[in-house]
């Protein structure tokens, strides 16, 4: 096993879901494979120095503007867009996203939603940066009545 699949972060806080520790990550063949006090033998070390360690962020609704108002029309070029996004996102330490469509016309949405599985597909070959984890429809199908910032005409 090379080095570059064998890692341990050292000399960090850890962020963890019981809260903040001095400790180290453990990642192998690219999944942690433990957090806290660790002997790191066989791995390369990488002293973070007070550095803040956490996992990758999931960001549960985000909304592509750029894409969904320049009415960016074949899935190939959502899919090309997205993959910008991804790659942009994952410098940011957001690992995983979930899209949500505007209220718009049903054929551009579904053009939307095809651009994404073509994005998706291709992260499945070859991970690019941030993971696309499921898609939210909003928009078109609300209350005219209560649909705040989304286009009633839809």
């Known amino acids: 096993m090379s080095k570059a699949e064998h890692v341990v972060f050292t000399g960090g806080k850890v962020v ?6 001095e400790g180290s990550v453990e990642i192998q063949n690219g999944k942690i494979i433990h957090v806290g006090q660790i002997s790191p033998q066989g791995a390369e070390v990488v002293d973070v120095d007070g550095a803040y360690i956490m996992p990758g962020l999931i960001d549960m609704h985000i909304n592509d503007g750029v894409a969904l108002l320049n009415r960016i029309n074949s899935p190939s070029e959502h899919a090309d ?3 910008k996004v991804s790659r942009d996102l994952v410098k940011l330490g957001v ?3 979930f899209p949500a469509t505007l209220a718009a016309p049903v054929d551009e949405i579904v053009d939307y939603l095809e651009g994404m599985a073509e994005f998706r597909s291709r992260w499945q070959k070859e991970p690019m940066g941030t993971e696309l984890c499921g898609a939210l429809v909003e928009g078109t199908f609300m209350n005219p009545a209560n649909c705040g910032a989304q286009n009633p005409a839809y």
């Open 16 to 21: 963890t879901p019981e809260g903040v520790i």
């Open 81 to 83: 867009r997205l993959e």
């Open 95 to 97: 690992t995983g996203i």
